[in-house]
């Protein structure tokens, strides 16, 4: 198939205005958006489930799902119109397959295959951590790899090697929780409600940082690896001693310590990693990314190195469609495509996307 708006020789491509419709629901987010040559952002739609979620303390999958479906067809047409579309501008359709809850991701990839089919566009499958990586390049368009990458999202925690719009090299995971997950983990046990991050994110500016002292896990192996669960259960053990002994705890005091002991965590190890790695470019990206702690923390960790900092802008922090269509424009440049038999993946690593 030729597509018009690729011009150029030998497949070294130079595609102008190619617009790219980007769809995303992975998790309780029902997204969609069209990005312009991967940097200009024409509209960017989001229809969050969390005011639902929020009843049962968390994700319900199989609610997600269903929400997902009554809000795909609006969520797309809403992106093309706000962006001054019809399908036949668009120039192929991004989408995330992989990771995620899995009844989440079919509503978005079955929608994406059946427009791209009957659009006769380009299908083009995005890794969603590779999107949330891609959100910098929205935010900084003069951002380029090679850089290292902390991504913390609520399922995942990694230090990855950006090695080109394409290809990573996962230097550090988590060994157990995500920073996400054990942000809302440790959100319920106080007692703050679901979306638990940003609940303990604006109890942190209220509380005091230094009130507790919490562990910083040393996991064997791998100085770059990331370990959560101890953490998580030093909070729990505080608060329910504390209970015991009939005592009130300071919930404000509590979000600040554990706040400041998972950006010491993450930004310590991110630094180390940078520093025997030789990157001097340091990106942030996933859900966490928009964490006051950990920004603070890590910008200035990087002015002490003299090392450059790529953050999102807060609208690129958490789930969105921007990302993926910014993300499906260098894999599209890439050459790769999928077809009608594309399927949604739960689990799969960045570097085997
Ligand atoms: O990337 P994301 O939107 O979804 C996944 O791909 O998982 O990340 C969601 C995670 C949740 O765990 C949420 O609590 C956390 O990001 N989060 C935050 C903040 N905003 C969202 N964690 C800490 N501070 C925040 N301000
Ligand atoms: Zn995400």
């Known amino acids: 198939m030729i597509y018009p708006f690729l011009k150029g020789g030998r497949g070294d491509f130079s595609p102008t205005a190619l617009k790219i419709l980007g769809i995303e629901s992975s998790c309780d987010e029902t997204a969609a958006a069209v990005v312009e040559d991967g940097k200009t952002v024409l509209s960017n739609v989001v229809a969050s489930q969390i005011d639902e979620h929020k009843l049962y303390g968390g994700v319900v999958p199989e609610i997600a799902s ?46 994406a295959k059946g427009l791209a089919m009957a659009g006769k566009k ?37 230090i990855a090697e950006v090695l080109d719009y394409t290809r990573y090299r996962v230097v550090g995971r988590t060994r157990d929780d995500a920073a996400g997950e054990c942000f809302d983990k440790v959100a319920r046990t106080i007692g703050f409600p679901y979306p638990g991050g940003k609940n303990i994110d604006e109890a942190a500016k209220l509380g005091n940082p230094e009130a507790f002292v919490f562990p910083h896990p040393h996991v064997a192996g791998s100085e770059y690896d990331f370990s959560f669960s101890g953490l998580k259960t030093a909070v729990i053990n505080l608060v329910h001693n504390t209970q015991q002994k009939g005592a009130e705890i300071n919930r404000f005091d509590l979000a600040a310590s554990f706040q400041k002991t998972v950006s010491e965590i993450l930004v310590s190890k991110t630094m ?16 966490v990314s928009a964490n006051s702690g950990v920004r ?38 890439s050459g790769k495509r999928a077809d009608e038999s594309l399927n949604a993946v739960a689990t799969m690593s960045l570097e085997d996307k």
């Open 66 to 111: 269903r929400r997902h479906t009554e809000n795909i067809l609006w969520v797309v047409r809403s992106a093309l119109e706000e962006a001054d579309c019809t399908l036949d501008d668009i120039g192929a359709v991004a989408v995330t397959y992989a990771p995620g809850l899995i009844g989440a991701l079919l509503v978005g990839v079955s929608f």
């Open 272 to 287: 180390k990693a940078a520093e025997a790695l030789g990157y001097s470019k340091i990106a942030l990206a996933g859900g």
């Open 296 to 333: 603070g923390l890590l910008s200035a960790e990087c002015k002490k190195r003299g090392f450059e900092l790529f953050m999102p802008e807060f609208k690129y922090c958490g789930d969105n469609a921007a990302m993926i269509a910014c993300q499906g424009y260098f894999d599209f440049l």
């Open 122 to 158: 380009p299908l083009v499958p995005v890794h969603h951590i590779a999107g949330h990586i891609a959100a910098n390049y929205l935010s900084h368009p003069g951002l380029k790899p090679p850089y290292l990458c902390l991504v913390v999202s609520g399922g995942h925690s990694h």
